[in-house]
């Protein structure tokens, strides 16, 4: 088995089953030796429905600082695959990839031959993700919910610690139809007498339920409060702020990522404090912090024209892609590059945007059997007074936006599907991360070649 034959059948395997339940995942890692046990105590496990990846990152960087060995399980990638699981800014090697699939495939088989069923690809890759991590004795793991909460692959684990980021609406065919549905489930994964950090930028709504489901759980619970948060300075590539006598500096452009930062600092704060006697201090937080990057969050790919990469593809962040745009580009005009799922409310979502101040939209058609096709996008906007038109491809896309960008100063807006994400940076020479030296991260460029 190769690497891509093995990724090739992970992705194969079902994504959906009508039935929620958890048991699926506890019987698949029970063949493969129950590897989450082997990691108890050592998770803090993040829900929510806009910020995961960002926490994720941050609360990684943070532990690195302090000199853990720290492992990172995110969902979903932007380049490459093994971008879901990283040790201390390592990728999972491809090797290990195909040898876990190899074992894998044996509980698979056995798995059918006791259910009638096969695991689900998600059930499959969060399995991957916990042996390895256990195999690699982690000090601690800082894992991401995949959808949901209550019924997520993930939340079979014992974690340390719970944090909760905005909840909005997203995913209402599976998670219900109402906030309180939503935010009930992404509350799921609050465990007995484990501690829970609430997001500052959460609803009142979402937070009586997400509070009720603490108090109920015996799990103390901690809100940052967001107007101890003071903006020192913001500029693409650099976001300063204050926070309770401390500044920060983020590598960060996104004016929601300091919600994002106030729970990974509340975190390690509690995390401080927890008996496992993990040893954090204020300059590891702030240091981690400040070397955190993270693909197509209000990301600048370019300075000339000014390019940013905006992984905005629901409601919620689309809200906070009109914020951004308010802030940097306050009543500039601006060009889009957009490509959106058919099941993301995109009509809706346009609706959060400047539209008048866009000169043209070009759209695209992003690779997955829920997209909603260029032509189609191209004539919702149209059909809201805005001019554009559907393309081939992003490299298409990002041609005829420079020639419409002929004085190189109009801001372009690239946003709508993390599916689309990829392409656009790979058109910007940023490296698809499985041809990185060592596998290692790198951060992101702000002078690509795609203009």
Not at 206 to 230: F, G, Q, Y
Request: hydrophobic share 35%.
């Amino acid at each position: 088995m190769t690497y891509d034959e093995a990724v090739a059948w992970l992705h194969g395997m079902p994504r959906y089953r009508s039935e929620p339940t958890l048991e699926r995942m506890e019987r698949l890692l029970s063949l493969l030796g129950d590897p989450h046990k082997e990691l108890a105590g050592k998770i803090l496990h993040v829900a929510g429905t806009n910020g995961k990846g960002s926490v994720c990152a941050f609360l990684t960087h943070a532990l690195t600082r302090s000199g853990y060995r720290v492992g990172r399980f995110i969902s979903p990638f932007i380049m490459e695959f093994r971008e879901r699981m990283e040790i201390n800014g390592e990728m999972i090697p491809k090797r290990e990839v195909v040898s876990i699939c190899k074992t894998l495939q044996k509980c698979v088989e056995r798995f059918t031959e006791e259910t009638g069923c096969t695991p689900l690809e998600f059930e499959l890759v969060t399995a991957m993700g916990l042996y390895w991590f256990a195999e690699q004795r982690c000090d601690f793991l800082v894992l991401e919910v995949g959808v949901g909460g209550k019924y997520d692959p993930t939340n079979v684990v014992d974690p340390l610690l719970s944090v909760i980021t905005r909840v909005d609406y997203d995913h209402t065919e599976v998670l219900g139809p109402t906030l309180r549905d939503i935010a009930a489930q992404k509350a799921g994964i609050v465990k007995e007498g484990r501690p829970c950090v609430i997001s500052p930028d959460n609803s009142e709504e979402a937070l009586d339920v997400i509070r009720c489901t603490c108090e109920a759980m015996h799990s103390n619970w901690i809100r940052p409060e967001r107007t101890e948060a003071k903006i020192l300075s913001a500029e693409l590539g650099r976001l300063a702020f204050s926070y309770r006598q401390t500044d920060y500096e983020l590598r960060l452009s996104g004016l929601y990522q300091i919600g994002n930062a106030l729970c990974a600092i509340e975190a390690m704060r509690i995390l401080a404090s927890l008996p496992c006697g993990a040893k954090v201090t204020e300059k590891a937080v702030r240091a981690g912090l400040s070397e955190t990057t993270f693909p197509a969050r209000f990301e600048p790919l370019s300075s000339e024209p000014p390019v940013i990469l905006e992984g905005a593809h629901n409601l919620s962040g689309f809200r906070a892609l009109r914020e951004n745009l308010d802030y940097y580009c306050q009543d500039q005009p601006v060009l889009f590059l957009c490509g959106m799922l058919r099941d993301k409310s995109p009509a809706d979502c346009l609706d959060c945007l400047p539209l008048s101040r866009v000169c043209f939209a070009a759209c695209v058609t992003p690779p997955s059997p829920r997209a909603m096709t260029g032509e189609e996008l191209a004539e919702l906007f149209r059909e809201k007074g805005t001019e554009a038109s559907g393309f081939p491809s992003v490299r298409d896309a990002l041609s005829d936006l420079k020639r419409r960008n002929r004085t190189g100063l109009i801001p372009v807006i690239c946003f709508g599907s993390l599916y689309v994400a990829g392409a656009v940076r790979r058109a910007f020479s940023l490296p698809d991360e499985s041809t990185v030296k060592g596998g290692k991260r790198r951060g992101t460029s702000s002078a690509g070649s795609g203009f």
